[in-house]
DNA sequence: TGACATTGACTGACCAGTCAGTCATATATG
DNA sequence: CATATATGACTGACTGGTCAGTCAATGTCA
């Protein structure tokens, strides 16, 4: 019953199709066969379930956050999603790696920075800073610190895949801040969470507290620094 | 459509309810009667309503909490729950600021130390892990971090009650610190968060992350506190 | 007895996940 | 090149179950 005509493509799905066959076309020269039409599509439609699951699981934490609020904000029936995810902690847990996985790559610090430990740990606060605690991805990291409990699967991944990664490329540059001597706690080693903390904190702050006190992040963190290698000399 | 969901009915309208009542009423003085035995009922029924959304909230998150699981658990029937409270919101809203009440005074450093700085920081560490860390008080600040940003009204309660107060108080022992000259970064007092973040950190973790690597929280806020005032002498 | 407290079955809304059907696209064929 | 057929991505109404909140009936106390 209650066939609908062919305008219905066109009603709410049809902007990301639209654009995506354009581009194709522009981006397809005559020669050789370029990622067919259907799978490209699919694949952004995919991500745009990815991205759309991104705002709702933020703004709503994952057991409010309705599937067909993602579809609608996807430009995608509820169907669809099921063709990419199992269910929906399947997306919760893409979305995390997704999210946050790849900035792993740019949060790890070199294993022989050129410059100071001093200075490496500094540019990975500013990246911190910058990529994490003032964008959505902090919204996501404050999300796992919820919901983890009741999803160990989602807490095991990320310890996983980020934060014992993280840590023992710290503890590297902890290590050789103190074989180098800019570090004079040697125990520090034992513990890079230390190092991290205030990062986190900042995070935290950030989503619940910054309307009744701002906080300068980068300051805080160049402070923390100061306590870790020693007052410094020049900002 | 787009309905708000159902966590999220009644909205910012649930203020400060009127909680209080059958506490009123049984701690009226005025007649010569002693605590009548209705009112005394009434006020126990209430507290162990509280007693399991505790349980429960700390367990399941506000979403997935049932209040007939709360009811069940506190032994009263479901209805009984909407004579103390408006919805399950402001059970929630009410169970939170009751239960930050007896954190405050566990969390609170205190004011003027007898000993030394690092004595009094070192016993406010010691006392954060025993009644925090290792307790379902740790849980509750959890809770808080999950739930802030969909309940300001909390957010705002934990900030004014807890976060103010505390970072006011270790603000002061810093500059006491410093003033001492066991301190040696000024800055510090700027950024009183920088003391406190190890703490809150060592509390995420033992909710996430305990099992995969234990935490031996003391020991590292000991030597967070060998970065702040030097290394120490002994253990 | 009358006023108030308590109960728990019930309602209405809500939502994750399903599946039979549709249709654009790709491929085969004339 | 044009037409026929096959494919599978996509749709959205539907199901089965869940749960917050209600209220008429049933206690219970002063």
Redesign the interface.
Known sequence: MSKIPRERRSSAATRLTQTAAADERAAAPGTARPASNRAERAAERREAIVAAAFDEFIA??F??T?L??VA?RAGVAKGTIYLHFKDKEALFEELVRTAIVPLIARLAPPEQPAGSVREALERFAFTLIQEVATTRRG?LV?L???????FPAI??F??REV??RGLAAMRGLIQLGIARGEI??P??A??P??V???A??AV??K???ER??P?DAM??LR??L???FG?RSAS
Do not use: C, K, T
Request: aromatic share 10%; glycine share 4%; proline share 4%.
């Open positions: 709503r934490g057991a409010a309705r067909d609020d609608r919204d404050r796992i610190v919820a919901e983890g409990p009741r807490a095991d990320y310890y934060v014992s004079r706690v125990d520090l034992n513990y969470q230390i991290v903390a205030p986190m904190i935290i702050w989503s619940l507290f009744h006190a906080l300051a805080m402070v923390h100061d306590l870790i007052e």
